[in-house]
């Protein structure tokens, strides 16, 4: 080592030693405040709290640490500290290395305990059966619009929204070898092919395209075949040894996912909230005029509005409606409660913090 080097490692020990002391002095007040939470039955896992610590680490430091890097820090940190107050089980869509994978990863950290689930419907049961505190599955595209068997399942469940994830979306296109003559034939998602569509077409117009259930499994297919290549993300590649031919090759770059926490709980208002509702309404002239009015009237802002038909009746439809606010909010229920009397049913989904975008 040179005589340089050495002080400077040193300093960077003795730094870090005095890290470990505060983690630990962080950890004896963590497991205070698990211990009161338990005395009075609060929600170990508050989303909104989380946020708020984020935000007020950000805008005090400094740098130059980057910003992404203390979110990712103290998504750690604060992982092992839930797990010093209980364990947390999480459900996810599966399998490993999914994006939906990487959401709850990214929401609840590696000290939870996440689950792999083989549907949408698998993780709402896990959770409704109580074998899952939290579950986490996909709920829309900003490209492929909304994954309808989410919706499906708040009809069948009397499971909530808990909280949201927005997760930034790069498929990478890897292989074994890396190298874009060996590929024969190319393995994903319906969605994820559907998302690159364009760079495909141009780049390799008369190579086969497999739909399998999921980017992981496309992953897991190409570790099996020399000639094939998978579209995954670079966690997948990770898992299943695979190098990558080209990254980030869909087609528009504002790619994101949104994913749901559902859980048969509601979180308190935390300034920063969005209210999801489903209903159906009487099927008369101007109804639907007269379904958005309330929210006109009371200054309440919609995000989304998307339709889903009834299974067991013809022509008829479910609405399904996302605003800004909580339902605690007075403009949010007074909407809310003007409306429910034009519905033949209503209810309220959730009321949880809004995703950082």
């Keep these: 080592m040179s005589d340089d080097l050495k002080p400077l490692r040193e300093s960077i020990d003795a730094i870090d030693d005095q890290i470990l002391a505060l983690l630990n002095d962080r950890a004896k007040v963590v497991m205070a405040v698990g211990q009161t939470k338990k005395d009075s039955s609060a929600p170990f896992y508050v989303p909104s709290r989380e946020n708020a610590i984020y935000a007020r680490l950000c805008s005090k430091s400094t740098g130059p640490f980057p910003e992404d890097g203390i979110r990712r820090v103290f998504r750690e940190i604060i992982s092992a500290?839930?797990?010093?107050?209980?364990?947390?089980?999480?459900?996810?869509?599966?399998?490993?290395?999914?994006?939906?994978?990487?959401?709850?990863?990214?929401?609840?950290?590696?000290?939870?305990?996440?689950?792999?689930?083989?549907?949408?419907?698998?993780?709402?049961?896990?959770?409704?059966?109580?074998?899952?505190?939290?579950?986490?599955?996909p709920v829309e595209n900003s490209n492929e619009g909304v994954v309808t068997h989410t919706l499906d399942m708040f009809m069948e469940t009397g499971l909530k929204i808990y909280a949201e994830i927005l997760l930034e979306v790069s498929h990478d296109l890897l292989s074994l070898s890396g190298d874009l003559d060996d590929i024969q034939r190319i393995y994903s998602h319906p969605q994820a092919l559907a998302q690159c569509r364009k760079w495909l077409e141009e780049n390799l117009p008369d190579i086969p395209l497999i739909d399998v259930a999921s980017t992981a499994a496309a992953a897991q297919l190409a570790a099996a075949d020399r000639n094939a290549a998978a579209i995954a993300s670079a966690m997948a590649g990770s898992r299943y040894d695979l190098r990558p031919i080209k990254v980030s090759i869909a087609d528009n770059p504002n790619n994101f996912t949104r994913f749901l926490i559902v859980s048969d709980q509601f979180p308190a208002p935390s300034g920063q909230d969005k209210t999801s509702i489903m209903f159906c309404i009487n099927d008369e002239p101007g109804i639907l005029w007269r379904m958005l009015e309330p929210f006109s009237k009371y200054g309440v802002n919609l995000t989304k509005i998307e339709s889903r038909p009834l299974k067991k009746r013809a022509w008829e439809y479910i609405f399904f409606l996302d605003m800004e606010g909580h339902i605690e909010n007075k403009p949010v229920r007074d909407a809310i409660a003007e409306l429910e009397p034009q519905c033949k049913f209503l209810k309220v989904l959730g009321s949880y913090p809004r995703a950082r975008g």
Excluded: C, N, W
């Design 81 to 137: 500290s839930l797990a010093l107050e209980e364990p947390m089980k999480v459900a996810f869509l599966g399998p490993v290395a999914t994006f939906t994978h990487v959401a709850a990863m990214q929401q609840f950290g590696l000290s939870a305990t996440l689950v792999a689930q083989k549907s949408i419907s698998a993780v709402f049961d896990e959770v409704e059966r109580g074998r899952a505190d939290y579950g986490v599955v």
